[in-house]
Every structure is written in structure tokens, then in C-alpha cells.
């Protein structure tokens, strides 16, 4: 079937068959590939983007059902500028693989655009997405240093 | 700088791992595997696949793809699919379906009609101890069975049994998958006869040479390529799906994908064995130990192929004892087949002997560190060589000043609804090396790079080779790039044994000063624009030392000056006459403290540290962070994660649903701490490996506290909320 995806900023027109999930339809039909395939069963959180501004599994999505706007984390950084949450990921290194990253830095977007700061909200918000290298503690450092980096932002403006 | 070089490109979606790399026309390629443990694949009625939409090409036993025995130099001869119709166990690879889409393979897979002639699976560790075999612990040349006794000791036996205070006890641990969060996969892509491969991996010369001998290739018309790697942790020293791919893609004349599903990594790859450990301890009053005896048994395949070496890599080494006796033996099942993960042998060996320390200070009424204290070795056991730098009872005294260890009570403490409990352990992993070559070119334009094939599966070398190549050609960071994960680049930086700081960066340093002697002779010879003097090599340029007036010239200008774009040259470092002179090994102090709930009996740990002695430390953030990583494999083990077998051998747990892992909100803040003593005995580097130690030891660590706070001794991990409850 024809579908047409806004995908950071783009539109794509496409023809999948109706079983294709929005991750699949991401990495091997439009080439973008900072959404991972960790389990394709929503269970790791790898493949997180964002649908309409929220968080989804893009792995339990099937493309033909989307019709908001699509952020993958492709979109979040412009002219060589990085996103805060993903400089704050590289300055505390709340990484080592990597697999997981494009997901955690998803879920962190989300997190910060929501305001929690404190600690253990940041891990109960942060549970959906498994860092086998486990950089847990780094993790909740990076989104707590970009949270407070954009509220600082914000209140410059 | 960020600690990785590579943080940049990972945090924005560019890394490109394996199925990240776009080839046009790359078919897609899904494996099929078996549903009994033990038999034979009778028939395989594929004519429903092969007539299904976008289908490609269909291999099973009885249309195998053409592969040629492959005998690895880390592991051994190498499993190849399809090649027989033995069945050894459940989830075992049988078929292999190519097609346009990952859909339409995925889909015509599963029509395929398979029927077996079943064999008698024997799938219970339990039950198969009592018939179990001598077996070589992995990773070592010693024998199943060795004792050391004092003179005038008859036996193990004896010794305990003259012992002031001895304790029995026998511990479990589960079976584990690495779990690496990029399931295994290979992208082949074949031009001019010569094989490309982006296949995730631990070293990419060794896959290469893999598959040049299984595609029957000359080793130079094979590149493998891991730039980055989704984890590893031991479980991508081999690479299967790039064999498939490989093979597929040279029938079908296009570039073929082969992914693993998660479920599918858990049977169709290798996994850690499940362990049974008997320790007796015996000591004086004062707590000097005075015997060891370590009974290890590990489940293998029914071919042996990988014992988890529990008492050779723990009992063999930690403790100073004038009377040691140890064993191994196996289990063989019809299991999906066994391999190194992080610290094979030190993490379920440490569980067990740290578990039975703990309980001897319980016996002894003694602090669990003074016995450790006490007890603390200046070299294995009967053996001359002596630690080369061995800091352990520092670790100890950081470790429980920062943690505040005098606050604990024997009998842990009540706060509110939760017993709380702190416990410690020792953690220790080998000092090793492998041969390494690395290469070091200096560039016109005044950068240089620092090259090995090697892999960063998130372990932190590309930093290390960045660090270390700075500091060998004494020039800013920001103008070296290291590079890793290419076949074709120098054979080093393997990522396996805590070995690749050690191994690549010495090669480093020893690249790096012949670059600078060449750089020299080129500067000096008859055409170069130091002839005649005597030059030396500072901050990235050649200086005339008998002339000071002489301005310098930069490594850049030299060669520019000379015509050259570029000057190379390659370093070699193996393990030496170093190994004849200590032991070497990297040691810490871990500590544990852990919450559980007095009616739910939920489990949570609140606070860890770890205080590790491992040499120099060349890339701090990174090194805190590997660290820090293991440390929390160390709590999965003793809280989360255990591979189920059903009795017919399926792995019941075969996802990250069932297959428990630590999320976010199971991990409390992780303190790691440094004592740092360069150990240059071991190389010039002065860096041991620390990317498996911070595992070892905490899995007793969370026991022994769980221990402190409840009076219950669980000897078996993982824990449960039921090995809690009061009957």
C-alpha cells in the first residue's frame, strides 16, 4: 500500500505491504538507521522515536498506521549542532556500545521535555530502554545535566 | 574531549553498525531452526517456502550451502551450519532463507515442514552430575585436577580435617547469555571475487581469516569491517550469520543480510554454562587459612567444547594457603553450545569462593576483610613468581572508609519496614596479553593515525589508542585518529581477556617511536632538511640539537619538504620473558549494600563501590565507566539474569522479557574508585585490563549482604524473592 510518512521534516511517499513496521520501513526502505532492531518485540527499547511528540516503540508500529510527524534521533541535531541531551550523553558518557543510544537519547527528549529531574524519576522514566553495557548511572547524569541545561535556556529567553 | 572518540557519531544515529550499512540490492536472509534437542533432521519439505513471494534461495542440510572446515586460533574448530543433519540441541540452526524483504523471508521460513528422528536428549545439569567427566577448564593448560600440599600432608582431606574451623558448602550459578544489545548479524557483499563483510565482532582479522578459510578464499581477498560494535562481552569472537551471508550472497551472485532475531541469538550462538561449585575451607583460630578445596562442575555440549573454569580461575590464584586442591569436571548436554563470557571462570568462580570466605568469617566471628586481610597472597599458591603490583589491601582500606564499613553490624540493621545489610568480596582477574601489531602514520598535514583491526565494542580502546598516540608522538588529541575494526589494518586490539589496553597500547608506543626514528632518518638524509645534524623529536617536530638557532619543522613539513604525503610504520608487542619473572594480575575491593523488604522480601541493592588496583589508568571517564558496567553485570548475576531450560532443552526465558536484565530503576548510584600503581613489570604501558574485573566478585558481594541483612545464606544465584521467605 502507498503511505506517505513526515519523517524529520521530510516528507516520503512509500508502497510497504501492511506488515512492515515503522522500524523496518525506517532502516531498510528510507535509510535511516539511528533506530536499532535490539529485540523486535518492544521489550529494549532500541528502536524508540517519537510519533506526534511522544515516545513509541517503532518495532510495534506499523508504518502504514502513522499519520503524525516522525522524529528518529537523525532529527534532533541541526548543522552540526548536537541536541543537549546528546552532547549531555557524550560528556558524561552515558554510553559504550552505542546499539542502545539512539533509543536512551529518545527517551531522554522525552524526559526532559517533561521536567523530571529527580533521580529516581529519571530511572522509572528511563526503564523502558536496556543498556546491556550498563551505563545506568551515566544515563540519569546525562538527563539530568540536560535538563538542566534547557531550563537554563528557557529562562535566558 | 569526550572519553570516546566515537561519542559524537553514536549519539547522533551515525555509527554504523553492521545492518546499518545500505547495499543496494541486498537481500535479506532469515534463519530456521530446530525444535527438538537431539536427533537428526529427517526431512525438510521446503517446496512451500521456496515457491512463497520474493524467495530467493532456500539451504538446509540436504541443500547446504559449500563451506570448508574452519579451525579458529582463539577457539578451536568452528561450528558451520547446514552441513550435517545432526541435531545436538534445541534452537540449533537447520535452514537458511533468502528472499527480497526481511518480511517475505521471515515469513516463507516459517512453511517449511521439518520432521526429526529424535534421539534421547539428556538436558538436566542437575541430573548429570552424578555421571559427569574430567574436563580442560577452558583457558588453561593446567589439569582438570591439581593440589598443592604442605610437606608432610598426605591430602586435602587431612588438612581440613586439621583445621580449627572449617565450612563445607555448595554453591550454583546460572547459565548466562552476553545479551549484546546489537543481536548478531553480517551484511556479505561480494565485487571481483573479493568479500566484503560488516559483521559486529571482537577482532575483524579473525573473522576474516574465518571466513577466507571457510569460503575456501586467500586470506587477502576477504576485508571484514566492525568500526563499531553493538557489544560483544565475549559472545563475537565467531561470527555465524557472516558465514551464511557470505555463502548466500556468492550463490545468489547479490549482497545478502543475516540477522539473528533476540530469540534466536539465545540458541543459534554460545552462552556461558551453568556452574555447581563444592568449597571447604579450612583455618586456624586466627583466621590463617590452611586448606582450599574448590570442586568445580560446569554443563558443556556433548563435544566438551568449553568448560567455565570456576575453581582454576579463582582458588588456583587468590588466596595464600599452604594446602589448595581443585577440580573440573563436566556435564555434557544437549544444550545450545558454551563460550567465553566476561570474566569466564572469575565470575561464577568468584560467587563460590567469596560466598565460602564470607561464610568461614561468619564461622570465625571475624571481619570479613581482616580475614581477607589476612589471608592475602604474594603469589599463587606453590608457585615462585610474585604479584608484580598488587595493591589489594589498599583497595580494602579505601574501599571501607569510603563505604563505611565500621558502621556494619554482623547482624546488618533495621530501617523502618527494610533490612539492610552490607557485604564485600575480592575481585581479581589475570594480568595478560596478546600479541598485537598497530600502526602509527604520520600525515603532511600534520595529523597522525593510530590503526589497529581490533574492535571498541564499547570497551573504550579507540580512546585508548587516541590517548597513547597522542602521548607517544607528544602531540593534542585532536590531531590523532584512531582507527579500528578493518581487517586490512595492522592484526591487534583484539577485544577479549582484558587484554587490549595492555596489548595495543604498548604496540602503540613501540609503532610510535619507530615512526620517529624514520621520521629522523628522513630528516637527516642527504636530500632531507637536517642533513648534517643532530636532530632530536619533540612536540611534533624535529629539532637540530647542535643548533639551536635552527627553527624546527614539524613532522609535516619534514615529509612535505621531502615529498611525501605520509610516513608509517607498524609496532609489535607479545607477551615476553616478563611471564617467567611474576604473576600479574589486576585486584579490587567490592561492596555491596542491599534493602530487603521484611514482608515482601524485595530485593534492592542501594549502594555500590568498587575500588579497583589495575595499573595505570589511561582514559579515566571510560575506565570508570567499563567499571562500573561490570560492577552492575555482577548485581544481574546475583539478582536478574539465569538462562531456563525446559526438560525437553528449549530455553524457556529466550527474550528480554523473560531473560531478566537490570533496567535503569534496579540500579542505584555506582562509585568506582582508583589506587593507581602503574605496573610497567607487565609492559611499558604500566595499564593491566579492566574491562571483566569489575564483575568478579560482586555477585557474593550482593549474597553476602543479603546475608548481613536477613541471617539467609542463598549459595545460588540468581537470588529470588523465595529463597527469602520463612517457611
Known sequence: ?157 | MTARPDAPLKVTGSATYALDNLVDRAAHGFLLLSTVAHGEVASMDVDAVRSAPGVLGVYTPFEPLALHPVTSPLLGPMWLPLQDTNVTHHGQPIGFVVAETFEQARDAAGLAAVTYEERQAATSFADGLASAVDAQPAASEAPPSLSVLADGVASIEDALDASDVTIDATYETAPQNHAAMEPHSAVAVWADGELTVYTGNQASHLVAADLAGALGLPADAVQVRNPVVGGAFGGKATSMPAVLAAAAARELGRPVKAALTREQVFTATANRPATVQRIALGARRDGTLAAVRHDSWSSATPDLGFIEPTSHGTSREWYRTENLAISQKAVPLNIPPATFMRAPGEGPGSFALESAIDELAVALAMDPIALRTRNNSTAPPGEDLQWSSKHLDECFEVGAARFGWERRSPDGRVEGDWLVGMGTATAMFPGLRFPATVGVTLHADDTATVAASGADPGTGLLGVLGIVGAESLDLDRDRITPLLGDSRLPPGGLSGGSTATASAGSATMVAAGTVIEQLLALATAPDGPFHGREVGYADGSVHALDDTDRAPMTFGEVLRSTGRDSLGATGTTAPGEEMAKHSFGSWGAQFCEVRVHRLTREIRVSRLLGVFDAGRIINPQAARSQLMGGMIWGVSAALHEGIEFGADGRVTNRDLADYLLPVNADIPDVDVRFVEHPDTLLSDLGARGLGEIGLVGMAAAVANAVHNATGVRVRRIPIRLEDLLED
Open chain 1, 1 to 157: 500500500m502507498d503511505i506517505a510518512l513526515q519523517i524529520n521534516g521530510t516528507t516520503e511517499h512509500l508502497d510497504v505491504s501492511p506488515g512492515v513496521t515503522l522500524l523496518d520501513a525506517l532502516r531498510e526502505r528510507l535509510g535511516i538507521t539511528g533506530p536499532k532492531k535490539g529485540c523486535d518485540r518492544g521489550q529494549c527499547g532500541a528502536c524508540t522515536v517519537h510519533i506526534g511528540g511522544r515516545t513509541a516503540l517503532s518495532c510495534l508500529t506499523l508504518a502504514a498506521t502513522v499519520r503524525q510527524p516522525i522524529t528518529t534521533v537523525e532529527g534532533l541535531s541541526t548543522h552540526d549542532q548536537l541536541h543537549p541531551v546528546q552532547r549531555a550523553f557524550a560528556d558524561q558518557d552515558a554510553l559504550q556500545c552505542g546499539f542502545c543510544t539512539p533509543g536512551q537519547i529518545m527517551s531522554a527528549v522525552a524526559a526532559t521535555a517533561q521536567g523530571i529531574d529527580d533521580p529516581d524519576e529519571v530511572r522509572e522514566f528511563m526503564s523502558g530502554n536496556l543498556c546491556r553495557c550498563s551505563a545506568y548511572p551515566n544515563i540519569v547524569a546525562a538527563v539530568r545535566s540536560a535538563g538542566s541545561e534547557e531550563r537554563r535556556t528557557d529562562a535566558t529567553v
